[in-house]
Nanobody, 118 residues
Framework: QVQLVESGGGLVQAGGSLRLSCAAS????????MGWFRQAPGKEREFVGR????????YYADSVKGRFTISRDNAKNTVYLQMNSLKVEDTAVYYC???????????WGQGTQVTVSS
């Protein structure tokens, strides 16, 4: 079993920055990836980005490319989502997820609220 705990959400003005953290514990994967998703009120959950743990390769949704950066700390088993130039439309509950590489996400965090005010 894997436990994921997000932190770092909050209220920020448009144009500001936030950094979310996702600490993973429990079983380890031989090769895995971690993803960030978000869900705004009344909308479906959408993909934000992902990182391949081995090698650190990242992928981003077009809506956040150039503004958001995913990184990882191997020693802390933690992945980060640095969000810059935030927009009102970035307001959502952000979730991290983990799974075997290329096989979808089996484990999800509890989510952290990000609110961007105008």
């Amino acid at each position: 079993q894997v436990q994921l705990v997000e932190s770092g959400g909050g209220l920020v003005q448009a144009g500001g920055s936030l950094r979310l953290s996702c600490a993973a514990s429990g079983r380890t994967f031989s090769s895995y990836e971690m993803g960030w998703f978000r869900q705004a009120p009344g909308k479906e959950r959408e993909f934000v980005g992902r990182i391949i743990w081995s090698g650190g390769i990242t992928y981003y949704a077009d809506s956040v490319k150039g503004r958001f950066t995913i990184s990882r700390d191997n020693a802390k088993n933690t992945v980060y989502l640095q969000m810059n130039s935030l927009k009102v439309e970035d307001t959502a509950v952000y979730y991290c997820a983990a799974g075997d590489l290329g096989k979808g996400y089996d484990y999800w965090g509890q989510g952290t609220q990000v609110t961007v005010s105008s």
